[in-house]
């Protein structure tokens, strides 16, 4: 299975109209791969608060539209990221969006952990209450299940764990993550892939919105917590060539998984 992640730079000299008929393109290029991952809300920008409901769509809007066209033109599965989703009673909510290779709309993810502790997302955005998987190959020799997740998702294991549980071989992560905190970006794809025994697709933004320099390093990360590419600061697409059957591979050769007690005590 290849998987081509591209790390967008929210630049400030485009529209979000124009930056969305850019990625389309750069979707299309891709048309060799079968996996297409975009960053988390590379449209308004992760941090650009002010710009969340104003920029607010709903499930079928101009990016939803222009990256369905995208996927089905280069025929590949395509997650595109997040948007700031328009949801009931106008709530809003950072929601990735799956297409499949026909361009329909096969998954959608709000994210659980919403970042800023008092401020930001956490009081913006409503809370995703699903956690969400998606059997690519379903029934072929490349099946593989992938769960997902949205940046700040990934400092909490148990998320995972729950993917895991749900028979996640790999995990899709669309992120718009600070440089100041690269080295956590870094170890807790690494980490999450290890403790899983699972492939990590984590995929970030590049320069800097809002003020905030972007870590980028989009990084991808075999079962075995190997490093199989990792991207630098600016606008970059990795391409990678994944191995579905590595993960039994590795679960059965290393069982950790299997050695798993549940329910363990709790501290006395
Ligand atoms: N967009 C985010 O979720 C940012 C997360 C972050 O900055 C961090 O976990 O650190």
Redesign the pocket.
Known sequence: MRAALSQIAVRPDETVAERRARVAGLVREQHTADLVVLP?LWTVG??AFDAFRAHAEPLDGPTAQAMGAAAADARVWLHAGSIIEDGPDGTLFNTSLVFAPDGRLRRTYRKIHR?GFDRG?ATLLGRGEETVTLTLGEGGPAELTAGLA???D??FPEQFRLLVDAGAGMFVVP????AA?RA?WSLLARARAVESQAYVLACGTAGAHAGVEQAGHSVVVDPWGEVLAEAGAGEETLVVDLDPALVAKTRAEFPALRDRVLGVPTPR
């Open positions: 988390e992760a941090f970042f997302e949205t940046c700040y990934l400092r992120a718009g993550w600070p905190r956590h």
